[in-house]
């Protein structure tokens, strides 16, 4: 069974603050893939990565930087975050084009 | 501009009824289509898939229907059942590059005993 955990699973906080969400798959995978979930926009595409050491933007870079130490973990980073960025986030992790595999995701809350 | 779009922000059905969700796309390349089910407090699980060599995929239930020419598909739950209740992402990708997918805004299905 395809495994992606993420971490933690509801965050507070608060502007200006530095907030770092945690994805690992157990499924050796090479893409790994950030995404957030906003109504009315489906899920866009923030940072993805296609093996340990490599980050690529995805649709919605700004404001976030994605670090990729190992085959199995990927983060994702808000250095300064802002209330813009109150959003469900999803991690998935990708074997090629037709297995992508979503973890439960992260609701963020900036205040 | 949405490159996958979904025109129904929801949709409700009865029970044993079929229910038809649409999606269209602007991209060309794209050739790999998949259908995302995501219950509540629960992250997007690949329900379906179809590529664009095709022009019917069906499993069970749940059957995609699929036009090139016209850039559009369709997904038809057949016999829907309370347990169907779920939002339905419209998700494209194209056979370079990163695989990475892109979705549409995602359809809120309500299926009424």
């Known amino acids: 069974e395809a495994a992606v955990t993420q971490s933690p699973r509801n965050k507070v906080a608060v502007t200006g603050g530095k907030v770092t969400l945690s994805c690992n798959q157990t499924?050796?995978?090479?893409?790994m893939y950030w995404y957030r979930q906003d109504t009315g926009h489906g899920l866009r595409l923030i940072h993805y990565?296609?093996?340990?050491?490599?980050?690529e933007k995805g649709d919605i870079p700004d404001g976030y930087k994605a670090s990729r130490p190992s085959q199995e973990n990927f983060s994702l980073i808000l250095e300064l975050a802002t209330p813009s960025q109150t959003s469900v986030y999803f991690c998935?992790?990708?074997?090629?084009?037709?297995?992508?595999?979503f973890g439960k995701g992260t609701r963020l809350t900036v205040v | 501009q949405q490159q996958v779009r979904q025109s129904s922000q929801s949709l409700t059905v009865w029970e044993g009824e079929t229910a038809i969700l649409n999606c269209s796309y602007e991209?060309?390349?794209?050739?790999?289509f998949p259908w995302y089910q995501q219950f509540p407090g629960e992250g997007p699980a690949l329900l379906i898939a179809?590529?664009?060599?095709?022009d019917k995929k069906e499993d069970g239930r749940f059957t995609i229907f699929f036009n090139k020419r016209e850039k559009n598909l369709s997904l038809h739950i057949k016999d829907s059942q309370p347990g169907d209740s779920a939002t339905y992402f419209c998700?494209?990708?194209?056979?370079?590059?990163?695989?990475?997918?892109?979705f549409g805004s995602g359809t809120q299905l309500t299926v009424m005993p």
């Open positions: 998935a992790s990708g074997g090629g084009q037709t297995e992508v595999f």
């Open positions: 499924n050796n995978h090479n893409n």
């Open positions: 990565s296609y093996g340990a050491g490599s980050t």
């Open positions: 991209n060309s390349a794209f050739d790999y």
């Open positions: 179809i590529r664009s060599v095709s």
């Open positions: 998700a494209a990708s194209e056979a370079s590059g990163s695989w990475q997918l892109i």
